[in-house]
Structures are given as C-alpha cells and as structure tokens.
C-alpha cells in the first residue's frame, strides 16, 4: 500500500493528494463515505471521478448517467488535455479561494469547477461535430449550476470562477491561462452580429462581481476588471478598469491579479 500511494503521489500528485484527502473525510464525516466513495476512492484515477461527477450532476429523465459517464470516459480518452486542465482548475482554485481549503472541495462541492470541466466535455463534443449533444451539455449546466457557457467557447487552463452564479460565456469568446472570475460576470456581444463577436481576455485576467464585457474586444494581459464594470473598449495589459462605462483607472497593482485576487480600487490604481 505504501509502494503504491508513493507511486502515485510520483506519477499523479493532485490526484494522491485528492485520494488522501478524500478517506481523511471519511474518517472525520462517516456520513459522507457513501458519497465520498463512488465519487471518488471507487476510481483508479482524476478522468474516471471527474466522469462520475459530472455525470451524475447533468444527468436526468432525457440522458442517464450511464451515457453520460461514457461521452465523459470517450472525451478523456481522446484528449488527455481535459484532465490536466482539470488539475490546474483545482490547483488555482486551491491557490485563490480562501475558501477552499482542500483539493479535494472543487470536485465534490463547487460549482464553478464542476461547470468548467462540464464545459470542457462540450467543447471537445464540439470539435467532434457532435454539436447537438455538446448544446445538451451546455443546456443542463445553465440549468444545474446557473453557468452558461457556450460549448463553441475557447477557455484555457487555470480558471477559477468564484461563485459561479450567473455567469454567462459567449460563442466566440476566449478566455486565456490563469484567468480568475467572480458570479455574475457576462463575456457577451452587443446586439445581434454574427461571425466573431466575443470578448478576448488575455492570460492572468481578473474580472470582479457582477462586470459584463460586450463585444468583440481584447482585454489584455494581467488586467483587472473592477466589480460591476461594463466594459466597451479594449482594456491594455495590466491596467485597471472600472465604471460604467469602464475607464481606465490605473496600473494592475500587480504581476498577477488572478492570483492574487486583490479587487480594492487604491489611489493611483
């Protein structure tokens, strides 16, 4: 058993880290070693759970779980991206959430991850043509978590979505590396165009509560979004915008906003 749990901790350290914390609260709540059980110590690896949750999430009378355990099983097989993403979800959540204080809490209780990853099957169903079952995914995460997230939608790894109410991602939008995002932001268009129409946010961005970004717009590297903005312009790297409409209103603050979650207006930014 000890050879073993070395070996992973070597080969797959979030996973290991998941697993030991999984039957430390097992040990702590054994009313919840049902749950924590086939969510988790059932399976030999992150794909495998990850394929459960979201599954047994999304599912209901017009797609079981079993169906949708073996899309989510299919999609990890393919692209191996998935899961690594994945794993930087749960790290950057595990960094940035002061509330998360276990890796183990973004698979079995947060909604922002557990959409995300929903998303990433959808996109990947997406680029296979299957766009009918990819709108099915996306349909029963707006319903489950509040998330709307178009499948077309390109979004890297290290996302965090604090909350994760409300929020609403275009078909054509991009969201980079390392992004952080609180409830209620939208990345939307502004009227009824077609073809390319979604904001572009750069790597390292950090959006606050409640910001709408409308068009098709860039927002540059390691900027930040103050809470209730409406952004209509592109926003340079590493600035701080705000208001309605948003304007700049000085430097970062920082290298790196999305990690370090600052979202105080100070003077001189």
Known sequence: MAETRAHLAEVDPVWARIVREAEEAVKAEPLLGGMVHYSVLHYPTLERALAYRIALKLANGEMSDQILREICDNAHLDDPELAQAARADIMATYDRDPACHRFLQPLLFFKGFQAVQAYRIANWLWRQKRKDLAYFFQMRCSEVFGVDIHPAARIGRGIMIDHAHSIVIGET??????????????????????????????????????????????????????????????????????????????????SQPSITMDQLLKSGG
């Open 173 to 254: 939008a991009v969201v980079g590396d390392n992004v952080s995002m609180l409830h209620s932001v939208t990345l939307g268009g502004t009227g009824k165009e077609e073809e390319d129409r979604h904001p572009k946010i750069g790597d390292g961005v950090l959006i606050g509560a409640g910001a709408k970004v409308l068009g098709n717009i860039e927002v540059g590297y390691c900027s930040r979004i103050a809470a209730g903005s409406v952004v209509l312009d592109a926003v340079p790297p590493c600035k701080t915008v705000a208001g309605v409409p948003a304007r700049i209103v000085g430097e970062a603050g920082c």
